[in-house]
């Protein structure tokens, strides 16, 4: 080979080592260190698959009667559950598939190619793997069908939920899980009653056109009215529950309720799986800590308004909402996805600041907790 030609391609290697050997000694040292402070600790989950008819809207003026979907799932609910684990644990994973067609598990929270997808597991079968909890941080799981081939129906279909790895010196707060989702139906058209049960409409995916946007597996889950002349009622049972706790016949116990002032920590997933979810709470500004604890890009912002989560990721965002209503009355809260058409599709949900100690003894609409660090190492201590 003519000298020039192979100077040229080493003075080129050198240019090219200088100009990216930054890069890549800071990928091992973010990645090394947290791998080096292993806690030694294996924490096991089992994930069922299945398929099964889920309502995804309430009765509400938008959908009178409310909306049913054929829909799939992990352990029978959409989102799955958030898995909590600490930083250096090792995190083992059972997936079982109870339902009728292949499904799979696709974890975020991995750095690995072995552990990081379970691979198509047939009707009827098992399989059992591992990977290590290397960064801290809030990631997104879900199912990916075949081998990929219907990834895009099993993520809209339900299939996803959160990994949540508790960094080392995690301060305490109070910490919730929320999971936007995007369903595209077949008994849905615009607003008013439908009838039957939905399946997955490949035409209005294609189209990026969702026909509700789910909290935690339902449209307004949380999420009772709009309007203080002209009501509209968004979800009539918790329209209804928030009326009797009000007027002291009841308790609000499907709502999320913070002290004013409490530190809260929420982990916020998009599994789309086609849009981006513009993240706000209005009447709070919030504290983004997304990504490894690690200095990298991203891992804090401060008092932001809104922040953006594309589909297939999950944020940590912490915010402390300042007081209650005037006289001791509740201070109303609301989270929303700021896209104004994934408002009025379901992406809303309230926070009440309470005063009252009595009313907290429900802080925390059933599977929205998240064990903190606190509450994960207490029952070690305990042997559970």
């Not at 899980?177 to 009838?195: E, I, K, P, R």
Request: with cysteine; hydrophobic share 40%.
């Amino acid at each position: 080979m003519n000298k020039a030609i192979v100077a040229g391609l080493a003075a080129g290697v050198l240019v090219v080592g200088l100009i990216f050997s930054p890069l890549f000694s800071g990928i091992t040292s973010y990645l090394s260190p947290a791998q080096a402070q292993s806690t030694g600790n294996t924490k096991h989950f089992t994930l069922v698959a299945s398929e099964k008819v889920l309502q995804v809207a309430p009765d509400s003026d938008l959908h009178p009667g409310g909306v049913m979907y054929n829909a799939m799932v992990f352990n029978g609910s959409i989102p799955a559950p958030v898995l909590a684990v600490h930083q250096g644990d090792k995190v083992e994973i059972t997936l079982v598939n109870e339902g009728k067609v292949i499904h799979s598990l696709d974890f975020h929270a991995a750095v690995t190619t072995t552990g990081a997808n379970s691979g198509p597991v047939k009707a009827g079968e098992n399989k059992t793997w591992s990977f290590d909890a290397v960064n801290a941080g809030a990631f997104f799981y879900h199912c990916s069908g075949d081998g990929l081939n219907g990834v895009w129906e099993h993520i809209a279909n339900g299939m996803y939920g959160a990994v949540v790895i508790h960094p080392h010196n995690e301060k305490p707060a109070k910490e919730f899980y929320v999971v936007f989702g995007q369903v595209y139906t077949d008994n849905v058209n615009g607003l008013g009653a439908v009838n039957g049960t939905g399946s997955f409409d490949m035409g209005k995916f294609w189209n990026k056109e969702p026909d509700l946007v789910l909290t935690n597996g339902m449209s307004h889950k949380y999420a009772p009215a709009v309007g203080g002349v002209a009501k509209i009622v968004l979800n009539k049972p918790l329209n209804d529950e928030l009326t009797a706790a009000l007027g002291g016949n009841g308790t609000l116990k499907d709502f999320f309720l913070v002290h004013p002032g409490e530190q809260t920590r929420w982990y916020i997933v998009n599994a789309g799986p086609n849009d981006y979810v513009a993240f706000h709470f209005i009447g709070a500004q919030m504290d983004v800590r997304d990504g490894s604890i690690i200095n990298r890009y991203g891992t804090q912002d401060k008092n932001d308004e809104t922040w953006t989560i594309p589909p297939g990721s999950a944020s940590v965002i912490e915010a402390v909402f300042p007081a209650g209503g005037p006289n001791g009355s509740p201070g109303v809260y609301v989270g929303v996805d700021h896209e104004m058409t994934d408002v009025v599709k379901g992406a809303a949900f309230a926070v009440i600041a309470l005063d009252a100690e009595p009313a907290m003894a429900h802080d925390q609409p059933e599977g929205t907790a998240v064990m903190s660090m606190e509450d994960t190492m207490g029952s070690m201590a305990m042997g559970q």
